[in-house]
């Protein structure tokens, strides 16, 4: 399994070639399933020509931002694929933000040009008309102001055929931008390099797709998890994928559209992995048959959720540690070589250490921060020096995330650094608390964080989301703390429980332990 490297690209690469090559080889064979429209890749390759028609005649140059706002259809992929194709940076915009964080987004990224599905005009509307640097709207479905352009018509009539811009392989590619804990969301470049890379040494030779393949993903194209899973490893072995522009949360929409759809490969959440174990009898009521692995990623999945997933559809899942700043995943289980609950081994491609503060290695089985080195990484938070300074350390990457090593070579999350816990003067994960009052029978989701007790010191406590048929009781919060006593040291137990409806997570599912810290 060898890594494909940066310097094995020509300089002058350009990522419309991971749509491009598989013309005319398998032009006639579908590219693209959806409930809007079906797509070959011939299909796919005239109309991202024509859209490239369509943004030069607008003015875009390369380098400039093209923002896509739309939920995941074939407009979305056509105007990413053609900006690209024209030395333009895609800007993949999340469907879920209030207008405040459109305003901030159009602004820090310059985007000069939007395409706005017309369902999430509202979140634009008021912020639209107050941007420095947006040129111009173009809106899929019906127009909202005298002079957006709708994007049927904007691109009728254009050449199918379209010059690439020629790019150099370290020219940026895509923006994305990602919530941090604090402050406003970091703006992440990555250059046309990263997209073959991701798709070879993680794509094709750890998760092994091959050309009869059909992707799906839960997590959306704005999410780089979504991208890469379900466009760009795809297409860069000639499968198709499945794109379901609705919202995903619902698990009987998952459901759906894998029954009707035949995905082989399925990217998800941990969280919605739980969500379709909730609905009832889920495998006899949708035919789930065409599945043949699993992945896993945006949050470390819990063994005993990996074993339920297994008992109840025996599938196995992949579960890998990806980020924006890597693009995609760098530590990841193998279909031939799966621990479940643990993210996996590096894989050829990424180097990792796990360091104390000082940035000394710590021993196996010692908690310590994650460093990640690997050619896709991103070399900047946009606009952001000493955040990035922080994060992108020359050669190594630091994630942010807390790790150690088993005795085996497996890598377990340990939470984030910001969500660790010192108890008694010992590190404490809450993720692997959480992992022991999930497994309990009565609890459907659960996040832990630090909390003072009275004597100031920082002990865990647990929120929890119970399944339906169980009722919020005192008798039930001892039962689970007694459940947790006895299945791992005392000392981690949470020393109180808090039942809640629902827990606060980001728009890509991740819970937000830190808005549990400041209730
Ligand atoms: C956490 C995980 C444990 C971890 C992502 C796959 O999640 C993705 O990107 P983000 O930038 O967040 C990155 C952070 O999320 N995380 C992700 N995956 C796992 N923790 N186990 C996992 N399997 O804290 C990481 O630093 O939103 C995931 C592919 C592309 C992505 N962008």
Do not use: Y
């Given at each position: 399994m060898k890594a494909l490297r940066a310097a094995d690209l020509p300089l002058d690469y350009n990522a419309v070639d991971i749509l491009e090559h598989n013309l005319p080889a398998r032009a006639d064979n579908v590219a693209l399933y959806s409930y809007e429209r079906t797509l070959t890749f011939r299909e796919v390759a005239e109309e991202v020509n024509r859209v490239g028609h369509a943004l030069r005649d607008l003015?875009?140059?390369?380098?400039d931002v093209v923002g896509i706002l739309c939920p995941d259809r074939p407009e979305w992929v056509t105007t990413f694929f053609a900006a690209l194709k024209i030395g333009a940076v895609a800007l993949g915009m999340n469907t879920l933000l209030t207008p405040r964080e459109y305003d901030y987004i159009l602004k820090d990224s310059r985007a000069r040009v939007l395409l706005v599905h017309d369902s999430l005009w509202p979140s634009v509307a008021d912020i639209l008309d107050a941007q420095p640097f947006l040129e111009q709207v173009i809106v899929v479905?019906?127009?909202?102001?005298?002079d957006d352009i709708v994007y049927e018509q904007w691109i009728q009539g254009r050449p199918v055929d379209l010059e690439r811009?020629?790019?150099?392989?370290?020219?940026?590619a895509t923006l994305n931008y990602s919530s941090g804990t604090t402050g406003q969301p970091k703006g992440i470049l990555h250059a046309h390099k990263d997209l073959p890379l991701c798709a070879h040494n993680w794509g094709l030779n750890v998760l092994g797709l091959r050309a009869e393949d059909r992707t799906f993903a839960v997590a959306k194209l704005f999410f780089t998890f979504g991208l890469g899973g379900n466009l760009i490893f795809p297409w860069y072995v000639g499968a198709s994928v499945v794109l379901f522009s609705g919202p995903p949360r619902v698990a009987t929409n998952v459901l759906e559209v894998i029954d009707r759809f035949k995905p082989t490969i399925l990217y998800n959440a941990p969280t919605s992995y739980a969500a379709i174990l909730a609905v009832e009898n889920f495998t006899e009521q949708y035919d789930l048959s065409s599945l043949r692995l699993c992945v896993s990623a945006g949050e470390a999945l819990p063994a005993p959720l990996w074993h339920r997933w297994k008992e109840a559809t025996g599938l196995d899942i992949i579960d890998g540690i990806g980020s924006t700043e890597n693009f995609h995943i760098f530590i990841s289980n193998r279909p031939d070589d799966i621990r479940p609950g643990s993210s996996g081994k590096p894989f050829p491609g990424y180097e990792a250490r796990i360091v104390d503060e000082e940035f000394n290695d710590v021993p196996p089985g010692e908690i310590g921060n994650l460093l990640i080195r690997g050619e896709t990484a991103a070399l900047f938070y946009l606009h952001q020096y000493e955040k990035s300074r922080q994060t992108f350390l020359g050669e190594w990457l630091f994630t942010g995330d807390k790790y150690y090593v088993d005795e085996d070579g497996y890598y377990w999350h340990a939470g984030r650094s910001d969500d660790m816990m010192k108890v008694g003067g010992i590190w404490v994960s809450p993720v692997e608390v959480e992992s022991t009052i999930i497994s309990h029978e009565a609890v459907l989701e659960c996040a832990v964080v630090g909390q003072e007790d009275s004597a100031g010191l920082i002990k865990p406590k647990a929120f929890v989301v119970l399944k339906s048929g169980y009722a919020p009781s005192d008798e039930l919060a001892q039962a689970i703390i007694a459940y947790c006593t006895e299945h791992m040291a005392a000392y981690k137990r949470p020393r109180w429980i808090e039942f809640v409806d629902e827990l606060p997570k980001t728009a890509t599912g991740k819970i937000q332990r830190f808005k549990l810290r400041q209730a």
């Open positions: 003015g875009v140059r390369p380098g479905g019906t127009p909202q102001r005298p811009s020629p790019t150099h392989r370290d020219d940026f």
